[in-house]
């Protein structure tokens, strides 16, 4: 079974920058799209970044133009550089990946999340 591991959540200040990882472990075959998701307080999960394995990016409005979605498929890690950090950023953050496993179908696996804080 694919697990996935973020790190990389803190405190900064608006302005500032973080970056976030996702380590994958575990047996699979191949990573498709892999993808940041995260859920504020009283919120839904929403969607923010994400990656094919071929590096084509997609972003949401939100983030774009200060977030930038990357992946090292050879180290089978997901990363998230934050940048011009805003107080609504403050969410739990998610890695998500769409799995290939050696047999049987396709499914996706979340992480289990890492906080970040935007103070003002």
């Known amino acids: 079974q694919v697990q996935l591991m973020e790190s990389g959540g803190g405190l900064v200040q608006a302005g500032g920058s973080l970056r976030l990882s996702c380590a994958a472990s575990?047996?699979?075959?191949?990573?498709?799209?892999m993808g940041w998701y995260r859920q504020a307080p009283g919120k839904q999960r929403e969607f923010v970044a994400s990656?094919?394995?071929?590096?084509?990016?997609n972003y949401a409005d939100s983030v774009s133009g200060r977030f930038t979605v990357s992946r090292e498929n050879d180290k089978r890690a997901l990363y998230l550089q934050m940048n011009s950090l805003k107080p609504e950023d403050t969410a739990v953050y998610y890695c998500?990946?769409?799995?290939?496993?050696?047999?049987?179908?396709?499914?996706?696996?979340w992480g289990q999340g890492t906080q970040v804080t935007v103070s003002s």
């Open positions: 998500n990946a769409d799995v290939w496993p050696y047999s049987g179908s396709r499914y996706a696996v």
């Open positions: 990656i094919t394995s071929g590096g084509s990016t």
């Open positions: 575990g047996g699979f075959l191949s990573l498709n799209v």
